[in-house]
């Protein structure tokens, strides 16, 4: 069962760089997310997207851009890499309903130099 | 910003003890949720509450959705070593299927042999 799947894992970038992180589901789940992880600071939400088509910006949007490509994928993409989005970036989905469970990837763990 | 303070930020304790967690909000939410993080791993759900006063248990873990919708708790008995991790509280303001949750900061629960 793949679930959740994130690319890159691990990623070294210097300050300017763009790049662009990518999600995909297999779960035929409607929405999907973007959380980045900082210590002491939880997960913050970046963007979200609650269904094919649609996009809404989360909690932390600042700096970063996103494509829903079509259900099973949703991309993160950082146009011009600052040292303070150095963290951890989860991508998650859920499915439909008031019991729609948060499915997290493994992370990609991002270094802004 | 983060609404969710959630204590206490780390716990170290011997094997075969209890550990307590909560979370408390300044705003009411309709679902409180349990994650827990591995070590280089995504956030993993652990239980799922939906009506105040709701009181559930999955294995040695109970929470409960506080009475006033403001506050959950999570309680793990007889830790053992795999307990370790981080442990995330999360609440839902919303009933929409693709609500945003919002994360506690988490507990790092080390657990000692």
């Known amino acids: 069962n793949a679930g959740v799947t994130q690319t890159p894992k691990f990623q070294v970038l210097k300050t300017g760089q763009s790049m662009t992180l990518q999600c995909a589901q297999d779960m035929n789940h409607n929405s999907m997310y973007w959380y980045r992880q900082d210590p002491g600071m939880g997960l913050r939400l970046i963007y979200y997207s609650a269904s094919e088509g649609t996009t809404d910006k989360g909690e932390v949007p600042n700096g970063y851009n996103v494509s829903r490509l079509n259900k099973r994928e949703f991309s993160l993409r950082l146009e011009s890499a600052a040292p303070s989005q150095t963290s951890v970036y989860f991508c998650?989905?859920?499915?439909?309903?008031?019991?729609?469970?948060?499915?997290f990837g493994e992370g990609s763990r991002l270094t802004v130099l | 910003g983060q609404q969710l303070n959630q204590s206490p930020q780390s716990m170290f304790i011997q094997e075969g003890e209890d550990v307590s967690m909560n979370c408390t909000s300044s705003?009411?939410?309709?679902?409180w949720l349990w994650y827990k993080q591995d070590p280089g791993e995504g956030p993993v759900l652990l239980i799922a509450l939906y009506k105040a006063g709701e009181l559930t248990s999955n294995g040695r873990l109970t929470a409960q959705f506080g009475i006033t919708r403001k506050d959950s708790f999570l309680n793990i008995s007889a830790s053992i070593p795999s307990d370790v991790g981080i442990y995330f509280c999360a609440g839902q303001l919303g009933t929409d299927s693709w609500g945003k949750l919002q994360f506690g900061a988490g507990t790092q629960v080390v657990v000692t042999p």
């Open positions: 998650a989905s859920r499915s439909t309903g008031l019991t729609g469970e948060l499915f």
């Open positions: 705003s009411i939410f309709n679902t």
